[in-house]
């Protein structure tokens, strides 16, 4: 039972198997589309708005369905690779409140399509306040409405042309009731106390710059711990760029080409020819075959390569924690009592520690913290990493009296 909400009674669970209205058509031209921004103009109430994705089958994370339903305008299906930009629909949903399940897997799609909500309220992130059990779109709306909705089709390719009707039913329902689900979180939050908390995060979470290209993302690469040299770290590198390119053209997901541990393999053994890279774990059938070429170029670049990749690159990334002991050990004991004061003050308030405090903010205030543990410096330096007001209110006073404790136990200057 949700924490502060005790009374509520769930209804009979009904198991939702078709949209209310019926199945609607997919929008596939801009004229349809103007139409259909036009109701959404004339309807009233917040707008529930999903997108599908074709994750893991075609390359970046672009939308290949976008679902929209608002009361008085009915639900709303577009296929944003025929259309292109949303900007009509955006236009039309001015000073409209959005609501999203977990925003953020969905925002850097819809922005691509030029559509930016101007208020949101993401019922993911709620549940998680609220301290729900299960925070997926299912579970929260069978928890709190009583419906039972299909997952089954949540993972299958949404390129595919023509749709098939179950999965475009599967994809209605999920906007079907959003907007109902969001005012009972509302409840839920309001009667916890949290629902000012709550704002808070989503406007955090709305207002959010894009995230900046990651550097050198082919470090991530599965399985790179077992290259043994940088000629190899080299080859990886190469290996990786490469398959990136060849997935941008085909506009395939890069992993469908070739698993990571197939360019691990190749740079650890370095093959010559066509044969000893076809006997290599992970490059085998005729995709294999016939691209061999770019990828036997690309290990012998790092073959012949006189400015190899350097093992770390510079990063304001922190040590690795069980690091701290021996490069900063005043952090590490004060990370060492943060952490549980944290993970108790969270419990208390019904919600996952990470929540109340991002680990990596937690983690940055140990390592370099205020000169002082006024409430002024801490609440400054908490801001300054990135917490939000709510979270500095809760967390700040807990911190200060949990370092004052680091402090009495430990030799050295006392903070003021």
């Known amino acids: 039972m949700v924490p502060g909400f005790e009374d509520y009674t769930v209804p009979t669970t009904v198991h939702l198997d078709r949209p209310s209205d019926g199945l609607p058509r997919v929008l596939d031209s801009r004229s349809q589309v103007e139409r259909a921004a036009a ?44 259309v292109g930009s949303l900007a009509v629909v955006d236009e039309a949903l001015s000073g409209v409140e959005w609501v999203l399940h977990a925003a953020t897997q969905d925002l850097p799609c819809l922005r691509d399509l030029e ?33 039972t909705l299909a997952k089954e089709h ?26 109902q689900l969001r005012w009972a979180v509302e409840d839920v939050l309001r009667e916890q106390g949290k629902l000012d908390w709550a704002l808070e995060e989503f406007e955090a979470v709305r207002s959010a710059p894009p995230a900046a290209p990651r550097k050198d993302p082919w470090r991530r690469t599965s399985g790179i711990t077992k290259v043994r040299n940088r000629r190899q770290l080299t080859a990886v590198r190469n290996l990786w760029l490469a398959r990136e390119d060849l997935a941008r053209n085909r506009d ?43 990828w036997l170029t690309a290990l012998q ?12 690159v510079a990063s304001d990334a922190l040590p690795p924690v069980k690091a701290w002991d021996t490069k900063r050990p005043d952090a590490a004991a004060r990370l ?12 208390q308030h019904g919600m996952p520690t990470e929540n109340l405090l991002v680990p990596e903010h937690l983690r940055r205030f140990a390592w370099d913290p205020p000169h002082s543990t006024s409430q002024e410096a801490v609440a400054h330096a908490l801001e300054e990493i990135g ?20 402090e009495r136990d430990a030799p050295g200057p006392a903070h003021g």
């Open 252 to 294: 395939i997901s890069p992993g469908r080409l070739l698993p990571d541990s197939a360019l691990v393999a190749a740079a650890t053994t370095m093959p010559r020819t066509v044969p000893q890279l076809l006997k290599t774990p992970g490059f085998h059938g005729r995709a294999a075959s016939r691209e061999a070429p770019r």
């Open 336 to 347: 060492k009592v943060f952490k549980p004061v944290v993970a108790d003050l969270a419990e």
């Open 115 to 147: 559509m930016h909500p101007d208020r949101l309220f993401d019922t993911e992130l709620g549940g998680r306040l609220a301290g729900l059990r299960r925070v997926g779109l299912a579970a929260e709306t069978e928890e709190l409405l009583g419906f």
């Open 39 to 82: 109701e959404l103009h004339d309807g009233h109430g917040p707008v529930a708005i999903d997108t599908e994705r074709a994750s893991g089958f075609r390359y970046g994370q672009r939308a290949f369905l976008v679902q929209i339903r608002r009361e008085g305008a009915g639900t709303i299906l577009i296929d944003p690779e025929a």
């Open 387 to 406: 917490a939000r007001h709510w979270q500095i209110q809760l967390c700040a006073p807990a911190l200060i009296d949990a370092w004052l404790r680091v």
């Open 301 to 312: 670049e790092a073959r012949n390569a006189q400015d190899l990749v350097p093992y770390t």
């Open 154 to 179: 949540s993972a299958v390719d949404w390129s595919k042309r023509p749709l098939p009707e179950p999965w475009l039913t599967y994809a209605a329902l999920d906007v079907e009731v959003l907007v």
